[in-house]
């Protein structure tokens, strides 16, 4: 009835989104940390966790293929993934009076005045919560940063801008604001 391969399959298609979800739901439990006149808004305990349980997971399975299975495709796909595994990074995110800094899309550190923000925007798809410079310079609030509501509440108080929030669709996205 069922072989090997197809229930392995069928686990992972279970397992990795049951994972995913623990992670944002664990990462929006917690709370911004305040300190002297800045707002902190850390990664997830998580992030760790996901780091170095995927590098150990994924060079296990990249040596699995390749030794046992003597799929170099494989090791090359698994061995990928594990290099991934080990940028995987949660850096904080910053606001104070001035402005806010902290992770950018492609993980660099990047800083904006309030006075040069351009716009908000929210994602629904991947959670992620984008504030976004004059200059294209954008900081990123992820789904593995922690208390999401409080940071869109404290970027629209500061910007005074509405937060564009982005549905993606089969054909087109679907644009509100709120």
Not at 72 to 80: E, K, N, P, Q, T
């Amino acid at each position: 009835m069922w072989s090997k391969s197809s229930l392995s399959t069928l686990l992972i298609c279970i397992a990795v989104p049951a994972v995913l979800r623990w992670v944002y739901t664990r990462s929006a439990a917690g709370k911004a940390v305040l300190e002297h006149d800045s707002i902190v808004f850390p990664g997830s305990m998580v992030v760790p966790i996901v780091r170095w349980s995927g590098l150990a997971l994924f060079s296990v399975a990249a040596f699995a293929s390749l030794i046992y299975a003597k799929s170099l495709l494989g090791a090359l796909i698994f061995g990928g993934f594990a290099l991934l595994s080990a940028f995987v990074r949660g850096d904080s995110i910053i606001i104070n009076r001035e402005g806010i800094s902290g992770a950018s899309t492609w993980g660099r550190r990047a800083a904006l005045s309030w006075s040069d923000v351009a716009s908000l925007e929210f994602n629904t798809a991947n959670r992620n919560t984008m504030v976004i410079g004059k200059d294209g310079t954008k900081v990123c609030h992820s789904g593995f940063h922690l208390d999401q509501v409080r940071f869109e509440e404290e970027v629209k108080r500061r910007t005074g801008l509405p937060m564009k929030v982005i549905q993606p669709g089969t054909w087109k996205p679907k644009v509100s604001y709120r």
